[in-house]
């Protein structure tokens, strides 16, 4: 019996073992890490579908795609799908797949986390017990989330579960979009800096990519005020990162949270000798349980495309069936 070739698929970087694994079982696999260019060329033709993640390696560019003639989908890892060009796979009628809804608690867990922990110090209180210094004074009283009012900007999925949970502190909550989202009890604003200028605290969770570059920017950052405390747990291109690190050291606002950077992992030199901000190293999702989640929503998006289903999670601008 003649065994029917797999299909032949493109994976971009280095993705989670678990995704390897059932990507070579199930498909042809090319690496554009590992491949030389010559076959890669050669097989450029016959490439339909595109494994990537947004922090593991390269892109899906334009010229990606217009070197892929028989591609129909890209399947990312990840919910923010910016290191795609969904306007070039658009053109050319490819589905792009993204991992929402698995990854919305985790995220939304450590957004308070990191809030919590930027408020009241406590990478900074760990420090000083670790080295000695409590033998000899008490550690300095912090701010605390009872006199503040938290904006976010952003209410999407995430968006939503980390104000369900803020609202359980009992402190005033507001959300910035550019529409109101129906069924929801706080407070719209459709302008960033009127926000700004209202609330002790802004927890960023939009997007990223070019309608949102350096959404946060010095304005809006004077707007948040001296008391002011930024949160960001979306991407790093969202904030101006130069704006950010002069208003944290010339006392514009107080203290900044942050999971993301605008080049990771290269973190300025500035942040990390500052002691009013708390730097993560872009884990908001990063757990064993969620991780897995997000890696099977990958595979299975691209298992149910190979076997001529609608794949589960098509992004808004790329739907399926991407062609009429």
């Keep these: 019996m003649t065994q029917t070739p797999q299909t032949e698929i493109l994976q971009t970087g280095p993705m989670m073992a678990m995704i390897e694994r059932q990507l070579a079982a199930h498909f042809h696999v090319h690496r554009l890490d590992r491949d030389d260019a010559a076959a890669l060329a050669r097989a450029a033709p016959r490439i339909r579908a595109v494994a990537t993640a947004a922090g593991g390696g390269l892109g899906v560019d334009r010229a990606l795609i217009a070197r ?3 591609l129909e989908i890209v399947a990312n890892f990840g919910v923010g799908y910016d290191a795609v060009d ?10 792009v797949t993204n991992t929402p809804g698995v990854l919305d608690d985790e995220v939304a867990d450590l957004a308070v986390a990191l809030l919590l922990a930027t408020v009241r110090r406590l ?4 420090r000083f017990l670790r080295e000695g210094r409590w033998t000899s004074a008490a550690f300095p009283l912090t701010g605390s989330l009872r006199d503040r009012s938290i904006g976010i900007v952003g209410l999407g999925r995430i968006g939503r579960a980390i104000a369900g949970r803020l609202a359980a502190f009992g402190r005033p909550l507001a959300y910035h979009a550019r529409n109101p989202v129906a069924g929801v009890p706080w407070r719209h604003y459709a302008d960033l800096r009127q926000m700004a200028r209202a609330v002790d605290i802004l927890v960023v969770i ?14 809006v950052l004077e707007a948040l005020g001296p008391s002011g405390i930024l949160i960001n747990v979306a991407r790093g291109s969202v904030v101006d990162e130069a704006a ?5 050291g010339d006392g514009t606002i ?20 500052m002691d009013n901000v708390v730097l993560l190293p872009h884990v908001a999702s990063a757990t064993h349980f969620t991780r897995n989640a997000m890696g099977q929503l990958v595979v299975d998006n691209l298992l149910a495309w190979s076997q001529g289903r609608p794949p589960l999670t098509p992004v808004p601008e790329t739907p399926w069936p991407a062609k009429a």
């Excluded at 950077?261 to 942040?271: K, R």
């Design 123 to 126: 990478p900074q209180a760990d």
């Design 206 to 219: 939009v997007p990223g990519g070019a309608a949102t570059r350096h959404l946060i920017d010095r304005p």
């Design 244 to 248: 950010l690190i002069r208003a944290l």
């Design 86 to 95: 969904v306007g070039a796979a658009a053109e050319r009628g490819i589905v």
């Design 68 to 70: 892929l003639p028989a």
């Design 254 to 273: 107080a203290a900044a949270g942050l999971d993301v950077f605008a080049d990771e992992p290269d973190v300025p030199e500035a942040l990390r000798r």
